[in-house]
């Protein structure tokens, strides 16, 4: 009887080992083409068996390295830079006495005054200025003699007078602008009138200079 199990036992395991190498050359496969592993999760390799027949499942460090492909870099957008801010660049500045436009202390314009002014809005205009690109500032200054108040006030009347006939005379409203800068720009220093500063009326003379409208021209560029 025993004899008989042994011959069965024998016979089953030939059936097995029959199977095995059906499968996956190399290795003992089951029945359902499954690699036969021990109970160390090892491949059973057959007498067949050669390095160049490893599987992953099986022999995974023995099969060769494979190329690790980097992803594609994200496209990167292209920097689109922002336009750059036009900035206005003085190219003149005519300076009119205030005394050939103005009365003492008053902001009509005098006919003298009118006349120069004339004379500047024709050589304005006959430079034909693009009104685009370009602007014109009236500013008006006065001497250091009053009140600060009431000399920033007189002089944004006075530019703001001499502007106004600038447009009547044909300059683009649109173009020009005008401002009081008061007594805070002058062209004399303290020490150039120290010695008459107790006389009013050589006082006044002294400072003449600094009694003045300028007509600034800017042309506007990119930068």
């Given at each position: 009887?025993q004899?008989m199990?042994?011959?069965?036992?024998?016979l089953?395991?030939?059936?097995?080992?029959?199977?095995?190498y059906?499968?996956?050359?190399g290795?003992?496969?089951?029945?359902?083409?499954?690699?036969?592993?021990?109970n160390?999760?090892e491949?059973?390799?057959?007498?067949s068996?050669?390095?160049?027949k490893?599987?992953e499942?099986?022999?995974?460090d023995?099969?060769p390295?494979?190329?690790?492909?980097?992803p594609?870099?994200?496209?990167?957008?292209?920097?689109?830079?922002?336009p750059?801010p036009a900035?206005p660049?003085?190219?003149?500045?005519?300076?009119?006495?205030?005394?050939?436009?103005?009365?003492?202390?008053?902001?009509?314009l005098?006919?003298?005054g009118?006349?120069?002014l004339?004379?500047?809005?024709g050589?304005?205009?006959?430079?034909k200025?693009?009104?685009?690109?370009?602007?014109i500032?009236?500013?008006?200054h006065?001497?250091?003699i009053g009140?600060?108040?009431y000399?920033?006030k007189?002089?944004?009347?006075?530019?703001?007078?001499?502007r106004a006939?600038?447009?009547e005379k044909?300059?683009?409203?649109g173009?020009?602008?005008?401002?009081g800068?008061?007594e805070?720009s002058?062209v004399?220093?303290?020490?150039?009138?120290?010695?008459v500063?107790?006389?009013?009326?050589?006082l006044v003379e002294?400072?003449?200079?600094?009694?003045?409208?300028?007509?600034?021209?800017?042309?506007?560029?990119?930068?």
């Amino acid at each position: 009887m025993q004899k008989m199990k042994r011959t069965l036992v024998a016979l089953a395991m030939s059936a097995i080992a029959v199977s095995a190498y059906a499968g996956k050359d190399g290795y003992a496969t089951d029945p359902r083409a499954a690699v036969v592993k021990n109970n160390y999760g090892e491949c059973w390799r057959t007498s067949s068996w050669s390095k160049d027949k490893a599987i992953e499942e099986c022999d995974a460090d023995l099969m060769p390295k494979k190329e690790v492909v980097a992803p594609a870099p994200a496209p990167v957008a292209p920097v689109v830079e922002a336009p750059k801010p036009a900035v206005p660049v003085k190219m003149e500045s005519l300076t009119l006495n205030a005394a050939a436009l103005f009365d003492l202390n008053k902001s009509t314009l005098k006919d003298e005054g009118k006349q120069a002014l004339d004379a500047v809005a024709g050589v304005l205009l006959e430079r034909k200025y693009d009104a685009s690109k370009t602007r014109i500032n009236v500013v008006g200054h006065t001497d250091r003699i009053g009140k600060d108040e009431y000399n920033q006030k007189l002089s944004e009347e006075r530019a703001a007078s001499a502007r106004a006939h600038l447009v009547e005379k044909g300059i683009p409203e649109g173009m020009i602008t005008s401002e009081g800068k008061g007594e805070s720009s002058p062209v004399t220093q303290p020490e150039d009138c120290k010695k008459v500063l107790k006389n009013k009326k050589k006082l006044v003379e002294c400072y003449a200079p600094d009694r003045r409208v300028e007509v600034e021209i800017y042309a506007t560029v990119q930068q």
